[in-house]
């Protein structure tokens, strides 16, 4: 419940907030086919490197790759508990904290109630981090298995495409969970200009949501998946009978 003293800016830079990060997260990671973004091609290539890898006789460049991603997942884990920790810890000496943010003349003067109950919307935002890095980290340790599991190289063509499909999706699923633990971070900084001012937090929302839709669909390296896409998807292309 939010203080009785929230102001109306305060409240609609907190509905703005929440629809920036759930308008996003319904673009990017609810998979709008057609949006020329990273996530929506970098499945594609996902699909790709499955194809390569049921391919391999030596897959142990692959065992490499997942562990590596394995161990990032793990660490913004511990990491997301470590800033809940701290950020608990605060409440142990709110009413010091309080009273010394509000004497700076940099931040925002308010009520208790309303620092307080930002705070715990920080928390909750690294709670909600925390879980969804978990889950990631659960969903590779399933795909492990899964891909444990696949065929050898010798197994039908047709066989090896389904199993492709099914653990590009698998890849996938885990990947859109790291990255929205990794959007709530994202989006914390954002809530750190509200301590400051009401349309400061409005401003850094629009900044934060205008950066990852920049680096989803115009940054170089966006130029760069959509390139490789396209020539993984050509060569597919080629490679089917009559193609």
Same mark, same amino acid.
Request: charged residues 15%; aromatic residues 14%.
């Given at each position: 419940?939010?203080?009785?003293?929230?102001?109306?800016?305060?409240?609609?830079?907190?509905?703005?907030?929440?629809?920036?990060?759930?308008?996003?997260?319904?673009?990017?990671?609810?998979?709008?086919?057609?949006?020329?973004?990273?996530?929506?091609?970098?499945?594609?290539?996902?699909?790709?490197?499955?194809?390569?890898?049921?391919?391999?006789?030596?897959?142990?460049?692959?065992?490499?790759?997942?562990?590596?991603?394995?161990?990032?997942?793990?660490?913004?884990?511990?990491?997301?508990?470590?800033?809940?920790?701290?950020?608990?810890?605060?409440?142990?000496?709110?009413?010091?904290?309080?009273?010394?943010?509000?004497?700076?003349?940099?931040?925002?003067?308010?009520? #208790? +109630?309303?620092?307080? !109950?930002?705070? /715990? @919307?920080?928390?909750? $935002?690294?709670?909600?981090? =925390?879980?969804?890095? *978990?889950?990631?980290?659960?969903?590779?340790?399933?795909?492990?298995?899964?891909?444990?599991?696949?065929?050898?190289?010798?197994?039908?063509?047709?066989?090896?495409?389904?199993?492709?499909?099914?653990?590009?999706?698998?890849?996938?699923?885990?990947?859109?969970?790291?990255?929205?633990?990794? #959007? +709530?971070?994202?989006? !914390?900084?954002? /809530? @750190?200009?509200?301590? $400051?001012?009401?349309?400061? =937090?409005?401003?850094? *929302?629009?900044?934060?949501?205008?950066?990852?839709?920049?680096?989803?669909?115009?940054?170089?390296?966006?130029?760069?998946?959509?390139?490789?896409?396209?020539?993984?998807?050509?060569?597919?292309?080629?490679?089917?009978?009559?193609?």
């Amino acid at each position: 419940m939010l203080p009785p003293d929230i102001t109306w800016i305060d409240a609609l830079a907190l509905a703005w907030f929440a629809t920036n990060w759930f308008g996003y997260t319904v673009m990017l990671d609810w998979r709008v086919q057609r949006l020329p973004a990273i996530n929506q091609r970098m499945a594609r290539i996902r699909h790709y490197w499955m194809m390569r890898f049921l391919e391999r006789e030596n897959r142990i460049f692959d065992s490499q790759l997942m562990g590596q991603t394995i161990a990032s997942v793990t660490f913004f884990a511990s990491t997301s508990v470590l800033v809940v920790a701290g950020l608990l810890s605060v409440f142990g000496t709110v009413e010091t904290v309080w009273r010394v943010i509000g004497e700076s003349g940099v931040v925002q003067q308010t009520s #208790r +109630a309303l620092f307080e !109950a930002k705070l /715990v @919307l920080l928390v909750v $935002i690294f709670i909600y981090g =925390f879980l969804k890095f *978990t889950w990631a980290l659960r969903q590779y340790n399933y795909t492990c298995a899964l891909m444990g599991a696949a065929p050898s190289q010798h197994a039908p063509e047709a066989l090896r495409e389904r199993i492709a499909v099914e653990l590009g999706r698998a890849i996938t699923s885990a990947i859109s969970a790291f990255n929205g633990g990794l #959007r +709530a971070y994202y989006f !914390a900084l954002a /809530v @750190l200009a509200w301590f $400051i001012q009401p349309w400061l =937090f409005m401003i850094a *929302t629009t900044w934060v949501t205008a950066v990852l839709l920049y680096r989803q669909m115009r940054s170089g390296f966006a130029g760069t998946v959509g390139r490789m896409a396209e020539i993984l998807d050509e060569e597919a292309a080629g490679a089917r009978p009559g193609g």
